[in-house]
């Protein structure tokens, strides 16, 4: 089925209305659908609306404050792999030397950590590149890419064993234009420790890449999916530099990808710069690419800076190279969704904010999140699993290094439909669903609830499923079946167009999914 949608602007908040062409039933099979768009709304009554929800920060998991090691964390990418948690990132010791000038007193690298638990991580001595007249480090790639390589592990199951993992880095391109002429390359490596350049060929050479471009095997499209930036011009008026994101496909890593990738379709206004991107499906329903771009906001120098901590350094930085450090040029993250891969919704507000002012923050990059999002194990203990990511805590600074803090949400807990005390409705359109059970995420308060009706696709209630038969749920879970009195046979309404009625009191739905 063929989906369209169609956007509005209400009370200040985006609306999207799902239209489907002749009115076909939304087929949504045995899969988990979340909240963050309206294909699975057809209407709202009383006060149900959307809300978007934002990251619980948790623990520092990392710092930066030795002298005599790198100070900065950024490009981040986190995966679990087995039973083990692996983290990759850029790396260097950046300083504003005494005549001005800022350098690398520790060059650009990739080092590497791990955790058994996502939460507890460690630096390994790995003992692989000489880095600083030692291998006694934790550095698994150096030179060509390293300002921006980014890997991945390859889950095509025709992937060969040498190329277990695979990576993309940004290099230079030969042309006359130095900073223009830029490319992507190909990395691989067996183990995800030992890395190797595949080729010299680049795989793509139609954007400005010096950001954190990633690629991974599309379990949508069974082929090798890059989101990457590209700029409309390179340099010149800084905020008119159109930072914005390109996708590209191939079904093959290190070849065949086209000449020209395909702009990403936005479709809320106002415009935004984009320095990151931070795609990939959603582990859960991986027919929804979820997003985490990193922000670029270019302000001027003013007063208002001056308030900003750390006035010291951002003066040091603002005479060596001018746009690093202004001030907040660079930092947060949105949160966007789509089910194409190309056109994408975005969130109303940022997802995670650089937050309280506090000595080396509101610095460029500052929470620009790692890709991607990880289940780990709960905060509270006994509690249900959770997502975990990790945002940079930028210091920008010769004697404060960066530091990694942790975040989590709610499982699917992007987005929710939510009823207050005084009670409200999401009633969807028609859809076909497999299954014999209706599995819900959803909270309550303790006075709250939530019932379920099924209607036939005119609107009818079913009889067996009416909202007179539907037991009142209550709690907090992410996985709860809906009930009915007598225990009526929900298969035998499979495989036709059915509305589902949600009617909510202090509540909020997450996702559901038939199984």
Do not use: C
């Not at 300002?147 to 889950?155: E, I, L, M, T």
Request: aromatic content about 12%; glycine content about 8%.
């Amino acid at each position: 089925m063929r989906e369209f949608f169609s956007f509005l602007m209400l009370s200040g908040t985006f609306m999207v209305a799902a239209l489907s062409e002749g009115n076909a039933p939304v087929e949504i099979g045995d899969r988990r659908e979340l909240f963050l768009d309206n294909l699975l709304v057809d209407r709202f009554e009383g006060e149900a609306h959307r809300v978007f929800h934002k990251p619980v920060p948790r623990e520092i998991v990392m710092t930066f404050d030795d002298p005599n090691e790198a100070n900065s964390w950024g490009y981040a990418t986190v995966f679990k792999d087995g039973d083990l948690y692996r983290m990759y990132y850029r790396s260097a010791r950046i300083e504003v030397r005494d005549d001005g000038s800022v350098g690398y007193l520790v060059p650009q690298h990739i080092a590497y950590a791990e955790s058994p638990d996502g939460i507890h991580w460690k630096r390994p001595i790995l003992g692989l590149i000489e880095l600083a007249g030692s291998k006694e480090n934790n550095v698994v790639w150096k030179g060509v890419g390293s300002h921006a390589w980014v890997p991945f592990k390859d889950d095509n199951p025709d992937s060969l064993p040498e190329a277990r993992y695979k990576a993309v880095g940004f290099r230079r391109g030969p042309g006359p234009f130095p900073e223009a002429d830029k490319e992507l390359v190909a990395y691989q490596s067996p183990d995800g420790l030992h890395w190797e350049l595949i080729q010299e060929e680049a795989i793509l050479d139609d954007g400005n890449f010096d950001s954190q471009n990633v690629v991974f095997w599309d379990p949508n499209t069974k082929a090798y999916r890059a989101y990457y930036r590209y700029s409309q011009r390179v340099f010149g008026d800084g905020d008119n530099l159109g930072r914005g994101i390109k996708t590209a496909t191939s079904p093959e890593f290190n070849r065949n990808w086209p000449e020209q990738g395909t702009e990403l379709i936005h479709l809320q206004r106002p415009p935004a710069q984009f320095y990151t991107n931070q795609i990939r499906p959603y582990h859960r329903a991986p027919h929804i690419y979820i997003g985490m771009p990193g922000m670029y906001e270019n302000r001027r120098w003013s007063s208002a800076m001056e308030q900003l901590p750390n006035l010291n350094e951002r003066l040091a930085y603002y005479e060596a190279i001018g746009r690093l450090s202004r001030g907040p040029i660079g930092g947060g993250t949105l949160l966007m969704w789509s089910r194409d891969g190309v056109s994408f919704e975005r969130s109303p507000s940022e997802f995670l904010r650089p937050g309280p002012e506090r000595p080396g923050s509101w610095w460029y990059g500052d929470h620009w999140a790692a890709w991607h999002l990880v289940e780990t194990e709960p905060f509270l203990e006994g509690a249900a699993r959770e997502l975990s990511l990790y945002a940079a805590e930028k210091a920008g600074s010769n004697n404060l290094g960066d530091r990694v803090r942790r975040y989590t949400l709610r499982l699917d807990g992007f987005a929710s439909i939510h009823a207050p005390i005084n009670g409200g409705e999401l009633i969807t359109p028609p859809l076909v669903f497999d299954g014999s059970a209706l599995s819900m995420n959803f909270a309550t308060s303790a006075f709250g609830s939530l019932r379920v009706e099924l209607q036939d696709a005119d609107g009818a209630p079913i009889p067996g499923f009416t909202l007179d038969d539907s037991i009142e749920l209550y709690g907090d879970t992410v996985a709860r079946e809906a009930r009915w009195e007598n225990d009526p046979d929900l298969k035998a309404v499979a495989g036709k167009p059915v509305r589902l009625r949600f009617v909510m009191r202090d509540a909020d739905l997450y996702s559901i999914r038939f199984e």
